[in-house]
């Protein structure tokens, strides 16, 4: 089982989901976040004070998978969330050990979907 | 106002050229010059202050309009509301006041522009020119609110422009302009529109209408299959508050309409009151029944459609009529608001349209059904309804046409709506620079 | 005013019948009758204008009791501000100011139900309508503050519903009958309670705290061994901003309380200044005193308890004492809403009862103090203290006891209180299917 | 008002001893008593809800400084504000007020201390001691805005309250003492201030400007390298309302300056909204230009710029005059806030030393160009532009004269800044242990 | 050392907590967060249009804990949380490899509780 | 590859992604975050009634780093963040097993950067 970690911009979080849909993967998790990476900030200015904001809205996914479905919830983000400009985002992926269902009690490979 | 001057002068005259002069005659004369002098003084301290709270409607619509959209629009909402009122401010000063109430070449007025002619100081004109300016910008903030979240500023500052500058000001001069030095062929009529339920909502409202149209409905509004997807507020709170200052103004804006300090300014706020109270109750319930739930956003919007309605009769109908008159008009709002959204699939925001174009019309008709003198149901026959339909429907035929003309105009030359992806980041950023709520986590894309 | 009215026409007659009628004898009685037109004018003016800001004053109620709670019941605190309005407004027209201002049978009014009997049009009794009516939502709107974040809403509509159509006119009618139509027993005795602190607020506060009791505390307001827990408000920026709307909407509630438009105005809106800022200044220190910080939430409820100390006498104290009331009012807020809380155990989210209800009691009392006329403090001896124990005792007595019933039967038969998830989840969601704050992160368990 | 009861009693007197009494001479006197008596009802009734709608200022004031500062300190700045008003109120009724318009020594008032020998009741002077009180918590409360978010709570309310004891009263007295019992030496040399540009505003924004300069810019204002960095505000809506809600009372401020009810006070409300109109155009087009995208906060600012513009000019520019005014004021406020920011690197968080301080002095000098009857374009040469220079001038030096003691005296003793800890973690834990948003999430970092 | 993860209902996080501390784990994080699962989302109203809220409000637990207190804080959370009913939520477990504690310096084991 | 979670005081923010970007770490994920841990939470008051807010506001940093700028890393955020009292903060890391960069598609090592 893995857990995926994704970073996109907010505004392609609609098709990030209809592309995770249609690859089957129905179950996700969306937290706000500020990012810091090769983008680098937008210009605001407040009364008159342009300034760098470098730390830019994003959203984070999380999405635990058993390990079949890994590498089409990847593309399927990668396919949502391209723009090809730089800020497209990142995806991280780590060993997940366990998973739980709390309302069943269910574990391991058949409580993560 | 004007005609009680000449007719004290008047009688003035005459008892100065009776003779013998008698002592009382002369104190008569005295007194009612004494009197006229300070009836003015309490008209115009009353007209000034009615004035200071219509001007405070302003933030009403901007608090409800940015209550009702998302965060982040907000900014850019509020940034229409200050100007749409800082430009028609002067735009009705230097030209709109001059076309609806200068003296009239048949179709609009055509002195006092720039108040050219009126003396600096005490003259009753300045009174009336600051009355009749936040009645003006008045028309032109409800039409924000319906092309809210996608229209691009210096469109909207355009067209914001020419609706104080002539839109409204020619149709007022048809059904208002005999309150100064003008004459109007609505009013010669007998249109009744005592505070402007046609002149200033549905004029607005079907200028929100053509608005809508022409720019079509947001992005995610409608899904693929053409169903409606709510995008909700982002601050009710704001909204609400908007709502019960936009009542308090609504005082102002229908008593103050009298321009005249004495009895029927309590009388006017009784009916306004009732009809409001009785629409946010029956759109409340409405909403209740359709949707399960009292919503309220529903009921809230009830309240203002219960304002419009009882603004053309406010000073005709009985008490129970403005309950009745109210209680429609929010049943009208509730259905209205869905079938636009729903069946004309027109994308309007915060339901202006509903509110001001359709309750204004509802509040136009029923003085042809509810007026005391001359109402349908007080044996008036048909003639008053049937003034009050052609009125309703000129201000249609002139504000929803003249609206398409000029908005569509706006879109082929310098555009009239952002881009998708300023959109999607929100007019904030792209339009102006900044955040309304920096700090804050929101998530845009909700 | 009815009075003037007959003395002056009384006059008039008398001037009539004298004869040999002298030139100036006749014009002294035109005087009269265009000066005593004129100042039914202005009165007709300040009235309303007076009027409009106690109107105002609903959504400074709104602001506070929405600020002081938390944000998944945002939109059930203001629906209920926006509704208690609505219906009461229509239920004291077409009763409650009968009950209050018509003819008594010595219990009651019996006339003037739904206005029958009033012209329409310019008559007194319209300006005074409105102005009552905008009272009467004062009392009823205190309630929701207290009973907020765990009452149902169809119980609050009904509740609401009888504040306004019996509960408050029936001791309106013993204390202020007389202003109309009517006369009661307690200002038959003299009590002196000028725009109501008891009239008014302790009879909406002695409600809230019946309907505080029978529903009992907010969910987690109390751990299992019986100490308090602080629910923290989710927006005291609006809270704040609620408070302020009050304050200037109250200069209308006391100033207002003349009907005329005379100097004692500009003396009413003095006192009543200096009480809500000594008070807003001693809450403050106090406050700060017992919990080392100063509060803000105190301060805001501060001022509040020195606005509504001074409505009884802010006609007839000094500016000293206006200064006095309030500051013993600032004192006495934050104890008692310290003493509900902890001792008592009620939960009152805004405290509402200690500002209304306590204070309320202290502003009638301290008219038998303070007053110039009557006062203990100025050689008036006891009486007039007495007769102020009288009166508000008899409003403790009447509200909170019909509070428990009305409260009592509600809860049992169609319910009272929301169920526990729902409280949990908020009543925003639970009983209108909405959030006050789309888009944005709160975090709903804290 | 007073010069006129003598012209009236006079005019009594003569008639009273003339003889023989005509019947129509009697009644003549008899007109002008009862005319006297209901003016100045009339001019008590316009100048209390003018009094009113200055006090709804303080919320105006709350809001634009609490939006455009940060949620970890919009606690302490709706304190400040409350306590600003509440302190300021009491102090100014026994000091303040008595200093600026008792009998005067040359320097400052000595009488009417605590309102010493004014009958309790209907007199004029109680009218205009509200009225005055909510134009020094005026002055007082613009300092709040220039030393937000770093300032020590109890030093707050130390300073604030010699600002309405004094610091104003004195500056008062010398420019409208006259108005009651005094006599100033300004107003002796015929300078004009109608409504306060630099009697209110700019006495207020120099103290600001000493606030800001003793306190020093907030952590993290300006880069290392001096470069200012931008510290955004965190509720946009919330500052806007503010606007919107100052910009209705500044028809109080301006309009209610005449004190009396008659037609001035619709061509001031006139000139008054022209110039905020103007200004909040002009603003806007200015920073459009500097900054490539309209500004809402300098736009926002723009409108307030305006206002205090016109404040001095206001009843004798015209319309014309009152656009120009506004529109240089717009473009000011924006070029000063940049050369306040970044070249005096004075940190100013809500820009209130170049809305008062700046525009004030330009409104000032302003008369001396536009006024209708001596101003320079007018053909008055250059007399009056002079004093208008002087009375800058001397503002100038008291205000900010005193204040750079005053702040440093606190500063030295009890402190005038809070803990590097406390003002990164925020003044509202800090100060009053409490947040303004419980339960939102918030990024306080940022 | 093992991280946990666990998304729960709101109102629950008052009873996790105890349950949490009854198993003496007495440290965690909390975040908001939207979850897409096999809850199919309410009904919210507005305007007059139904719409499915998918995106469910939850909240995130980030607990760290050695691998002996793994399996009890399992169980608190479970039976703080059940409802019993769709949307109770899902815990998540991954393996951690250092934790420090920034006051002190310390690592490891000894850096977690 | 490791991916580094650190909970820190809001008011270190800055310190500790001046200390980062010193050592060369210049991308990362901000969150807010409540923390509950050895720090006793402040008193708050609020209408008169003090209580222990248990739950105290923390910023959540997310950085992904390679093996061998772990070490430089961690010791910038505690160097940033330290200030030698309770509530400084702790500092997490996992394992990373996979990285992806939405832009390019590019995977592991080259991509975290
Ligand atoms: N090494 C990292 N650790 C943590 N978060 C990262 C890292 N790199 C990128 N991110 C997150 O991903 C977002 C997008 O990164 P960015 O560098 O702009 O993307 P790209 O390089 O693909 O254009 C950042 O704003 C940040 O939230
Ligand atoms: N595979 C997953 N990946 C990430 N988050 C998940 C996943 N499954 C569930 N969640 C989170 O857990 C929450 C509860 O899931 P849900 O499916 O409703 O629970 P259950 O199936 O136990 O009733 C979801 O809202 C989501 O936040
Ligand atoms: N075991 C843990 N699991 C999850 N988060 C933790 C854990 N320990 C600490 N934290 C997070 O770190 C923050 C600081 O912890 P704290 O115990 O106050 O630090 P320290 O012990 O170093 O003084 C907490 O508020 C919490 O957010």
Redesign the pocket.
Known sequence: MKLIIA?IQQHKLKDVKQALYKANVHKMSVTN???????HGYEESYRGIKFEVNL?K?VRLEIAVNQEFMQQAIDAIVEGARSG??????IFVIDLVECVRIRTGETGQKAIG | MKKKIFVYGFLLLMLFFSSPVFADDVSAAAVDAAKEELQLNVNIVWTCIAAFLVFFMQPGFAMVECGFTRAKNAVNILMKNLMDFSVGSIAFFLVGFGLMFGETNGLFGTTLFGMHGTSDGASWNWTFLIFQTVFAATAATIVSGAMAERTKFVGYLIYSFFISLFIYPIFGSWAWGGLLDGGGWLEGLGFLDFAGSTVVHSVGGWLALAGAIVLGPRLGKYAPDGKPKAITGHNIPLAALGVFILWFGWFGFNAGSTTTGEGSIGYIAVTTNLAAAAAAVTAMFTAWIIMKKPDASMALNGALAGLVAITAGCDAVSPVGAILIGSIGGVLVVLSVLFIDGVLKVDDPVGAVSVHGVCGVWGTLAVGLFNMDSGLLYGGGFKQLSVQMLGAGTAFVWAFGIGLVLFTLISKTIGLRVSEEEELKGLDIGEHGMEAYGGFQIFNTV
């Open positions: 970073y976040s500020l990012g810091c990476g090769e983008q830019l994003k400009e730089i800020g497209d985002g990142k």
